[in-house]
Nanobody, 121 residues
Framework: VQLQASGGGLVQPGGSLRLSCAAS????????MAWFRQAPGKERDFVAA????????FYADSMKGRFTISRVNANNTVYLQMNGLKPEDTAVYYC???????????????WGQGTQVTVSS
């Protein structure tokens, strides 16, 4: 499975961005997918995850109410809508895929390259 993330950029505090992650390769199975982020000098942290059917979603506490994860299985793409962005949201955002939500949240699945999100005035 290959994952291609896009949609990052520079945004002012309070602004919004939508990240996309397109999966290709062995996508005959519907993988659980997730977003993580990594700020300079810090560990890669969980942001949000979504089950293969899209029926179950999970968020890190600090993202609840601001970030929304969704997916369109017809085009093998998962999205992360980010609203109310804060400077502390600045990080490289990575998408990941795995057989189950638990696998992907344990960082044991497939990884895409990151996309930089910078929140600054």
């Amino acid at each position: 499975v290959q994952l291609q993330a896009s949609g990052g950029g520079l945004v002012q505090p309070g602004g919004s961005l939508r990240l996309s992650c397109a999966a290709s390769g062995r996508t005959d199975s519907t993988y659980a997918m997730a977003w993580f982020r990594q700020a300079p000098g810090k560990e890669r942290d969980f942001v949000a995850a979504i089950s293969g059917s899209g029926g179950n979603k999970f968020y890190a506490d600090s993202m609840k109410g601001r970030f929304t994860i969704s997916r369109v299985n017809a085009n093998n793409t998962v999205y992360l809508q980010m609203n109310g962005l804060k400077p502390e949201d600045t990080a490289v955002y990575y998408c990941a895929a795995g057989a189950t939500v638990m696998v992907v949240m344990d960082k044991k699945g497939y990884w895409g390259q990151g996309t930089q999100v910078t929140v600054s005035s």
